[in-house]
């Protein structure tokens, strides 16, 4: 399988469910529409690919709608969203866990601590292979989500079989830059790196019909150099 389902998108459709999730509640059970008629703008201006997976994401975005805001009241409260629980979940083959990072590492590289978790969508691991962690950075203008994979694989094997292209050394640093292979209109770009016990990377998705608010590439590079000590070495 390839590593962590990166090729199919799927952090991009779980940010659209999200997006409506949170429209939802700030409709506070005054017509579930408008969520409605928010997803529809994004179509404006969007290539044939991009509807496609955009009709996709809203499908399962609907039935987020209908069963999570279908039942509220007007002028009712409504329940901050929960921080989603990661377990202590068992190393795929013995990989280094991402989600062992210290809390305190993840708030000073500017992510939310809140945001955390090791998968994008229920409690199926996204991979057999790879351990995953996820954050997005923090409200009030959250504009994309980064995950972190880890495998007892090879840098090489990220390079030779993975869904990505243009690795570059980053000068004065021991990662590698990279981008997916298949290229749509989305934000994009990673940082891998190899250790004795195999690889471990980041990649920085930009949230669905969030405008990015900086150059994925220079972020991620930041978001790897503040979070390098807590990452494997190759020492």
Avoid at 49 to 77: D, Q, S, Y
């Amino acid at each position: 399988m390839a590593p962590g389902w990166d090729d199919v998108h799927l952090s991009e459709i779980v940010a659209l469910i999200a997006d409506a999730g949170r429209t939802c509640v700030r409709s506070e059970g005054t017509d579930a529409t408008l969520a409605a008629s928010n997803i529809k703008d994004g179509f404006h201006g969007r290539s044939a690919v991009n509807k496609m997976r955009l009709l996709i994401a809203v499908a399962v975005g609907a039935m987020l709608v209908a069963t999570g805001c279908g039942g509220a009241t007007e002028g009712a409260p409504v329940a901050a969203p929960s921080t989603t629980s990661v377990g202590a979940a068992p190393a795929a083959n013995g990989a280094w866990d991402p989600c062992t990072i210290p809390d305190s590492a993840i708030e000073d590289a500017g992510l939310a601590v809140e945001t955390k978790s090791s998968n994008l969508i229920g409690k199926l691991p996204i991979s057999e292979d790879w351990m995953t962690c996820f954050w997005t950075n923090p409200l009030p203008t959250p504009w994309y989500r980064v995950g972190i994979f880890s495998s007892v694989e090879s840098l090489d094997y990220l390079r030779e079989r993975g869904p990505f292209e243009n690795f570059e050394p980053i000068e004065g640093f021991d990662g590698m830059r990279f981008q997916r292979t298949i290229r749509y209109d989305e934000v994009n770009c990673g940082v891998a790196f190899g250790h004795p016990g195999g690889v471990v990377y980041l990649n920085l998705d930009g949230l669905v019909m969030t405008p990015a608010l900086g150059d994925p590439c220079v972020e991620v590079e930041r978001l790897a150099r503040s979070l390098r000590l807590s990452l494997p070495s190759e020492k």
